[in-house]
């Protein structure tokens, strides 16, 4: 592997990718955003980055997303669907993690629209607050949520008021024993009586005190909670939440239209965009080209009519080559094994894009073209050029070679525009020409 695509191409992947991994795991565990949506945002670094700066931590409210989110969203998509376009002309990791991490934030905006993104699995690296405080701080959301779907399902007559009134009861003692085993004060009782300090009878007896004071609190804050969630669902505002609901399906339902109109818009527009088709041939040094194709030498001439013109262009590529040549046997018995032999070969190849018609063809439309073309190809030759620095690393055992074959790259010898006044004579001088 050559210095080049060593410090250029691979060392960056893998940095990238360990700060990606350790930011979703110490950092994104502890917030809503989570592990999943933190790891491929941060591909692209600052989506990942705002990505965290704006989620809550597990502990508070998740985030609730609205309208603005949904249509952010479908305009992420859509900026993926054109750098997936133009990741078949330039292939390389940063393109790549770049597309990866505004897919990634295209769908965390799209669920957080929806109120989906919660963390139910958080985990707390740089937190000193005792896990069990966490573990209560998540039994009280649970609570929160089994009590809401109760009175919904009281609300819709699925649960009598007697059923309804056992379940709350059973779920309320529940909570209770477990706030009061994590109670400071019942953890300080314990440890007297651990000691040695306190009797049974007298811990017990101080339990109960304890237990009296916390079932009057917690009744106190269930039944605000009760009461706050009694009033959501059973509330006037009713049939302005279904409404949202179905203004929020509505946003969705126009969504996937709307992107489905952009993906035929723009595979639509695709068939328009000339791209090059490898053609690989025996090359002629010299191409003779009829009086048309003259006609573009004359820089001073203005060119304004509509021209049908396509491009060729040769290039060397380098192969390493290597040659081991056989072994013998020495005066002592013993096979001797030669070293190989490493040479680099060039191979020459020629490339003609599509014909392009060109509708006001000037000279400056002409170098448009051409530095288009040349643009493209050298996309082409860097992805050879990485290859050649893998087959380096791996097939070549010597430091010297590697090191004087490490800076060897592909070549764009020359190029050449032909034009035509017609797109039949522009096929036919191209296949008589590239067979």
């Known amino acids: 592997m050559s210095d080049q695509f060593l410090y250029e191409t691979l060392s960056p992947i893998i940095v990238i990718v360990l700060i990606a991994f350790l930011s979703a795991e110490f950092i994104g565990r502890s917030k809503h955003i989570g592990r999943g949506y933190t790891f491929f945002m941060m591909l692209g670094i600052i989506p990942?980055?705002?990505?965290?700066?704006?989620?809550?931590?597990?502990?508070?409210?998740?985030?609730?997303?609205?309208?603005?989110?949904?249509?952010?969203?479908?305009?992420?998509?859509?900026?993926?669907i054109v750098m997936l376009y133009n990741l078949t002309d330039n292939f390389t990791y940063v393109n790549v993690f770049s597309t990866v991490s505004i897919l990634a934030s295209a769908i965390y905006c799209i669920q957080l629209s929806g109120g989906e993104v919660i963390n139910n699995m958080p985990k707390y690296y740089f937190d000193t607050q005792d896990i069990q405080e966490v573990t209560i701080h998540k039994t009280k959301r649970n609570l929160d949520e089994t009590i809401s779907n109760l009175t919904d399902l009281k609300n819709k007559g699925i649960l009598t008021e007697e059923e309804y009134q056992t379940k709350v009861e059973k779920i309320n003692q529940e909570q209770s024993e477990q706030g009061l085993k994590n109670s400071p004060e019942y953890k300080q009782l314990k440890s007297l009586l651990d000691s040695g300090t306190l009797t049974k009878e007298e811990f017990e007896d101080k339990v109960i005190?304890?237990?009296?004071?916390?079932?009057?609190?917690?009744?106190?804050?269930?039944?605000?909670?009760?009461?706050?969630?009694?009033?959501?669902?059973?509330?006037?505002?009713?049939?302005?939440?279904?409404?949202?609901?179905?203004?929020?399906?509505?946003?969705?339902?126009?969504?996937?239209?709307?992107?489905?109109?952009?993906?035929?818009?723009?595979?639509?527009?695709?068939?328009?965009?000339?791209?090059?088709?490898?053609?690989?041939?025996?090359?002629?040094?010299?191409?003779?080209t009829n009086s048309a194709t003259d006609s573009y030498m004359n820089t001073n001439q203005p060119m304004i009519n509509k021209k049908f013109v396509y491009v060729v262009l040769e290039v060397e590529k380098p192969r390493l080559?290597?040659?081991?040549?056989?072994?013998?046997?020495?005066?002592?018995?013993?096979?001797?094994?030669?070293?190989?032999?490493?040479?680099?070969?060039?191979?020459?190849?020629?490339?003609?894009?599509?014909?392009?018609?060109?509708?006001?063809?000037?000279?400056?439309?002409?170098?448009?073209?051409?530095?288009?073309?040349?643009?493209?190809?050298?996309?082409?030759?860097?992805?050879?050029?990485?290859?050649?620095?893998?087959?380096?690393?791996?097939?070549?055992?010597?430091?010297?070679?590697?090191?004087?074959?490490?800076?060897?790259?592909?070549?764009?010898?020359?190029?050449?525009?032909?034009?035509?006044?017609?797109?039949?004579?522009?096929?036919?001088?191209?296949?008589?020409?590239?067979?």
């Open 209 to 288: 005190l304890i237990k009296t004071r916390l079932t009057n609190r917690n009744s106190a804050d269930r039944t605000d909670r009760v009461d706050e969630i009694k009033k959501y669902i059973e509330g006037p505002e009713l049939s302005t939440r279904e409404n949202a609901k179905g203004k929020s399906k509505n946003i969705y339902l126009l969504s996937i239209l709307f992107i489905s109109v952009i993906i035929g818009l723009v595979l639509f527009l695709s068939n328009l965009i000339d791209t090059d088709s490898k053609q690989k041939n025996d090359f002629s040094p010299t191409i003779t």
């Open 321 to 435: 080559e290597v040659f081991e040549p056989k072994g013998y046997v020495n005066s002592l018995g013993f096979y001797e094994r030669l070293d190989p032999i490493y040479s680099i070969t060039y191979e020459k190849e020629i490339y003609a894009t599509d014909i392009i018609e060109v509708k006001n063809y000037n000279i400056d439309e002409k170098y448009k073209v051409l530095d288009d073309s040349k643009r493209r190809m050298y996309s082409k030759l860097n992805l050879f050029d990485q290859s050649f620095s893998t087959d380096l690393w791996i097939k070549c055992k010597d430091n010297d070679k590697r090191e004087e074959f490490k800076n060897v790259r592909s070549k764009l010898l020359k190029s050449q525009i032909f034009e035509f006044d017609s797109y039949s004579e522009a096929s036919i001088h191209k296949n008589n020409n590239l067979e």
């Open 48 to 80: 990942g980055i705002i990505g965290l700066l704006f989620s809550p931590s597990a502990k508070n409210k998740p985030s609730q997303g609205n309208v603005f989110h949904t249509a952010f969203g479908v305009f992420l998509i859509i900026a993926v």
